[in-house]
């Protein structure tokens, strides 16, 4: 599931997400219910519902529930007393580096900085995932009376490309880093001088090595086919959540200083 949507992510409106996420989240639930009645679950109509699979390419809602009915067996199969002391560990591996990388981070002073001065804040997530945890970073900053723009797809990044200035920030949320579909809008927000925080797992990626500043996570990819992994948008989160803790800090060490 989550494949599907990131991989036809652009196509994919607000009413689409909302339902994808409350299918994905409620697996089981949904596994044996009819177009009529996932409608009703998510408040939309059942046309809306049969559009929506048809964006993932599937042929019509009879397809999607017996795609439903695959993905909840594969949860409960991976479900077992083994597997999940196994995935405990990987987490817990993964948040203690993600915490270590982020105490290392040398230039935080500078992105809580940028952070506070930036005339606009804009942020895009390359994924279904990153932008999920970018719309609850958003959510936190309102408290700082700070309004974090979520760039929802990869035309309106390019619309704004054209209007972004130097006084503004840009930040970048990404799994791998890798930008091959949007590098040459990356470049030209680069060439305005624009300083970009890029937010990937801990890796040499194309995104990182073109901002201005980048802050890492750790993911450790449980499945080597399709390199996704259930702790990966916990430690985006996990670090976004330390960003705006430290956030929180410096203003308020400013203030004082003031």
Same mark, same amino acid.
Request: proline share 2%; with cysteine; charged share 20%.
């Given at each position: 599931?989550?494949? +599907?949507?990131?991989?036809?992510?652009?196509? +994919?409106?607000?009413?689409?997400i909302?339902?994808?996420?409350?299918?994905?989240?409620?697996?089981?639930?949904? *596994?044996? *219910?009819?177009?009529?009645?996932?409608? /009703?679950?998510?408040?939309?109509?059942?046309?809306?519902?049969?559009?929506?699979?048809? *964006?993932?390419n599937?042929?019509?809602?009879?397809?999607?529930?017996y795609?439903?009915? $695959?993905?909840?067996? *594969?949860?409960?199969?991976?479900?077992?007393? $083994?597997?999940?002391?196994?995935?405990?560990?990987?987490?817990?591996?993964?948040?203690?580096?993600?915490?270590?990388?982020?105490?290392?981070?040398?230039?935080?002073?500078?992105? &809580? #900085?940028? !952070?506070?001065e930036?005339?606009?804040?804009?942020? &895009?997530?390359?994924?279904?995932?990153?932008?999920?945890m +970018?719309q609850?970073?958003?959510?936190? !900053?309102?408290?700082?009376?700070?309004?974090? #723009?979520?760039?929802?797809? /990869?035309?309106?990044?390019?619309?704004?490309?054209?209007?972004?200035?130097?006084?503004?920030?840009?930040?970048?949320?990404?799994?791998?880093g890798?930008i091959?579909?949007?590098?040459?809008?990356? #470049?030209?927000?680069?060439? #305005?001088?624009?300083?970009?925080?890029?937010?990937?797992?801990?890796?040499?990626?194309?995104?990182?090595?073109?901002?201005?500043?980048?802050?890492? =996570?750790?993911?450790? =990819?449980?499945?080597?086919?399709?390199? +996704?992994?259930?702790?990966?948008?916990?430690?985006l989160n996990?670090?976004l959540?330390l !960003?705006?803790?430290?956030?929180?800090?410096?203003?308020?060490?400013?203030?004082?200083?003031?």
């Amino acid at each position: 599931m989550e494949t +599907l949507i990131n991989k036809y992510f652009d196509s +994919l409106s607000e009413n689409d997400i909302h339902v994808l996420n409350f299918i994905q989240q409620n697996l089981e639930l949904c *596994k044996d *219910k009819t177009v009529l009645e996932i409608a /009703k679950l998510c408040n939309v109509s059942p046309s809306t519902v049969v559009r929506t699979t048809k *964006k993932l390419n599937f042929a019509g809602y009879s397809e999607f529930r017996y795609f439903l009915k $695959k993905e909840a067996d *594969k949860v409960k199969q991976n479900k077992t007393p $083994k597997n999940q002391q196994f995935e405990s560990s990987v987490l817990l591996r993964d948040v203690t580096q993600t915490i270590k990388f982020f105490e290392e981070d040398k230039s935080l002073e500078k992105i &809580y #900085k940028l !952070l506070s001065e930036a005339n606009n804040i804009f942020a &895009y997530g390359t994924g279904y995932g990153q932008n999920l945890m +970018l719309q609850e970073f958003s959510r936190c !900053l309102l408290n700082n009376n700070i309004h974090l #723009k979520i760039i929802p797809r /990869k035309t309106e990044l390019e619309l704004i490309s054209h209007s972004i200035t130097s006084k503004d920030l840009l930040i970048v949320a990404s799994l791998s880093g890798n930008i091959d579909s949007f590098d040459h809008i990356v #470049k030209n927000i680069i060439v #305005k001088q624009v300083p970009i925080i890029s937010v990937t797992s801990f890796s040499r990626n194309d995104l990182a090595n073109l901002a201005t500043f980048n802050i890492y =996570y750790q993911v450790s =990819y449980l499945n080597k086919i399709n390199n +996704l992994n259930n702790s990966s948008f916990c430690t985006l989160n996990l670090v976004l959540s330390l !960003l705006y803790e430290g956030f929180n800090n410096y203003l308020g060490v400013n203030a004082t200083e003031s």
